[in-house]
């Protein structure tokens, strides 16, 4: 696209040029490879874009590919959830869906070959026994007494596992590498378990199931994936992938790891967001305070400045914490220039204008957005009744120099409508304003001001015959710390209990009447909404994406 720029390559592109140029590589092959067990999150969209940015950077291809391996927590909603979610993030895998299940006989005669050749075995140690031979981290592991068993006898019992002749845990099938290895994955991992269990996709057919270290990297070779891209927590098990590479002599995809993606005050693992959802802590996967990709969706986020923001915090091998306020801010870029502009009061107290005939109105002109001229104008009426803002009133305000809103005998100008002078004020019983008076000035309308006047003061308005009542969805950060992954407790002990709160009280602009879900406009002067989902027929409902700054930092710091 910035032909001209000079670009700098983070290490996956220098890899990825090297091997071109070099010719290790004649097209580039990668692959997005969820576990349909949830939905994806914002940790996801940063591996998305990585895996199929490349591809498209260097005419390559990106496979889709669900690892599902796992029949205990996979499911079909969460395949069509990840379909949908990278399709939105705007990528396309073309005719390229794959499915680790589909690979199923090939990766047991893969597993059959490993026997045969003395390089797998079955074993049947239990599961405590299994636990006291592994050793740990800083002593060695000892072998199974079954480890020599003979390969006629793998090779039975492993199919007698197929047919369905052991219990689930009976036996397993172990790669025979190295029980002494200071790296526990080569200590003769497990290949096959049996799981009495119906999948996804290959119903009751199995009764064994490939392991994922079994299964991934087997399947990456399949499809010939020159790039295999992970995150850093599988660097330790490269060396097995590598080992099953030349044991098997098969497609040598390789590896390169990446640091994932932390963001602080958010929590990016399926396995944390699935008990805030059976939890019922959120309304569900994609309750708009959720960091799935559903989730931001729903609230606003919109599926470019995602995009922008893993393009600006890049690709690297270290670990660290990206500060969250980097993605509201390229949201906030990106809604700035695309969101139709509306007024919106959130606390509504009536203004009249005394010396505003009853039943006349006038017509006022806005840019729907001033950032963009193509985006044209909407229709706001001025009447006599009117709504300010609770907050752009004082009653006994300070000096002019430091409040510029409206208090008595105050001056400002109604934005896109004429400058108005307060006159007065009347009180509830209980000591509340209910209702703020004021004459306008007929020489000061927006655009066709003749006074001289200036006034520093510009509120929002609402012409109260015509607003149009809302209920609003206000969301904050779910999480009330900045650094989920430092804490020795539990996580949901640091929910922020103020992420929801609604208001049903605010009154927009006519205009918002014709709003359609999935809408998004700026209110001006508050924040970015969108129409949600669960609007219906008598009411339209808006979630907060974003207020207009950032003004978590100063409220917490
Ligand atoms: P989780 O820990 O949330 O369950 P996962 O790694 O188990 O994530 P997968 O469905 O296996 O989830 O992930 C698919 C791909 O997304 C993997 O290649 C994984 O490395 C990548 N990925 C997952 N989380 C992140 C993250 N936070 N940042 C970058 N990439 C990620
Ligand atoms: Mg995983």
């Known amino acids: 696209m910035e032909q001209n720029k000079k670009e700098s390559l983070n290490f996956i592109e220098q890899l990825i040029e090297g091997d071109l140029k070099e010719g290790n590589v004649q097209k580039v092959y990668t692959r997005f490879p969820p576990e349909p067990?949830?939905?994806?999150?914002?940790?996801?969209?940063?591996?998305?874009?990585?895996?199929?940015?490349?591809?498209?950077?260097?005419?390559?291809?990106?496979?889709?590919?669900?690892?599902?391996?796992?029949?205990?927590?996979?499911?079909?909603?969460?395949?069509?959830?990840?379909?949908?979610?990278?399709?939105?993030?705007?990528?396309?895998?073309?005719?390229?869906?794959?499915?680790?299940?589909?690979?199923?006989?090939?990766?047991?005669e893969l597993?059959?070959?490993?026997?045969?050749?003395?390089?797998?075995?079955?074993?049947?140690?239990?599961?405590?026994?299994?636990?006291?031979?592994?050793?740990?981290?800083?002593?060695?592991?000892?072998?199974?007494?079954?480890?020599?068993?003979?390969?006629?006898?793998?090779?039975?019992?492993?199919?007698?596992?197929?047919?369905?002749?052991?219990?689930?845990?009976?036996?397993?099938?172990?790669?025979?590498?190295?029980?002494?290895?200071?790296?526990?994955?080569?200590?003769?991992?497990?290949?096959?378990?049996?799981?009495?269990?119906?999948?996804?996709?290959?119903?009751?057919?199995?009764?064994?199931?490939?392991?994922?270290?079994?299964?991934?990297?087997?399947?990456?070779?399949?499809?010939?994936?020159?790039?295999?891209?992970?995150?850093?927590?599988?660097?330790?098990?490269?060396?097995?992938?590598?080992?099953?590479?030349?044991?098997?002599?098969?497609?040598?995809?390789?590896?390169?790891?990446?640091?994932?993606?932390?963001?602080?005050?958010?929590?990016?693992?399926?396995r944390s967001l699935r008990e805030l959802v059976e939890g019922h802590y959120v309304a569900g996967w994609d309750d708009p305070r959720m960091p799935t990709i559903s989730g931001i969706r729903r609230r606003g986020f919109t599926a470019k400045s995602i995009r922008k923001f893993t393009d600006t915090i890049g690709v690297a091998r270290r670990d660290g914490i990206t500060d969250v306020a980097l993605l509201e801010h390229a949201v906030r870029e990106d809604l700035n220039k695309t969101a139709h502009r509306i007024f919106g009061i959130m606390d509504p107290v009536k203004l009249i204008i005394t010396n505003w005939p009853e039943d006349h109105q006038e017509i006022m002109m806005a840019e729907n957005n001033p950032e963009d001229e193509n985006s044209g104008t909407r229709e706001m009426p001025f009447t006599r009744e009117l709504f300010i803002d609770r907050s752009d009133f004082m009653e006994d305000p300070p000096s002019p120099r430091k409040w510029f809103r409206l208090g008595p005998d105050r001056e400002v100008r109604l934005k896109k409508g004429y400058i108005i002078k307060c006159t007065g004020f009347k009180k509830s019983e209980k000591g509340e304003v209910i209702e703020i008076y004021a004459e306008y000035d007929p020489n000061t309308k927006s655009g066709q001001d003749t006074s001289g006047k200036k006034v520093k003061g510009t509120l929002g308005w609402v012409s109260a015959p015509h607003a149009v009542a809302v209920e609003i969805r206000m969301y904050d950060r779910l999480f009330l710390i900045e650094n989920l992954n430092k804490i020795e407790d539990d996580f949901k002990n640091h929910l922020n209990p103020d992420s929801l709160t609604i208001n049903t009280q605010a009154l927009l602009e006519p205009s918002a009447r014709d709003a359609q879900v999935g809408d998004q406009f700026q209110f001006e002067r508050i924040g970015y909404f969108r129409v949600d989902e669960d609007s219906h027929s008598e009411k339209l409902i808006f979630n907060r994406t974003l207020t207009l700054r950032d003004g978590w930092t100063k409220k917490n710091k």
């Open 37 to 108: 067990n949830g939905y994806l999150h914002i940790g996801h969209a940063k591996s998305i874009c990585l895996n199929f940015g490349v591809a498209q950077k260097y005419e390559g291809q990106c496979h889709l590919r669900f690892d599902d391996t796992n029949p205990e927590k996979e499911e079909t909603e969460y395949v069509e959830a990840i379909k949908a979610d990278i399709k939105w993030l705007g990528f396309d895998w073309g005719s390229s869906e794959y499915y680790a299940s589909d690979y199923f006989e090939q990766l047991y």
């Open 111 to 270: 597993a059959v070959r490993l026997i045969e050749k003395g390089a797998a075995y079955v074993d049947e140690l239990s599961a405590v026994q299994f636990n006291e031979l592994k050793g740990s981290p800083t002593e060695p592991g000892k072998e199974s007494p079954f480890r020599d068993r003979p390969i006629v006898e793998s090779l039975e019992i492993f199919e007698a596992m197929k047919s369905g002749a052991f219990q689930d845990g009976e036996r397993v099938l172990r790669a025979k590498i190295d029980m002494s290895s200071p790296n526990m994955h080569m200590r003769d991992p497990i290949l096959y378990r049996i799981k009495h269990m119906e999948h996804h996709r290959t119903g009751s057919k199995w009764c064994i199931y490939p392991t994922y270290d079994f299964a991934h990297g087997q399947s990456d070779s399949m499809e010939k994936i020159t790039h295999s891209l992970c995150t850093l927590e599988f660097e330790v098990h490269r060396p097995l992938y590598d080992w099953l590479i030349r044991e098997l002599g098969i497609h040598p995809s390789k590896q390169t790891e990446f640091a994932r993606l932390n963001l602080s005050y958010t929590i990016v693992s399926k």
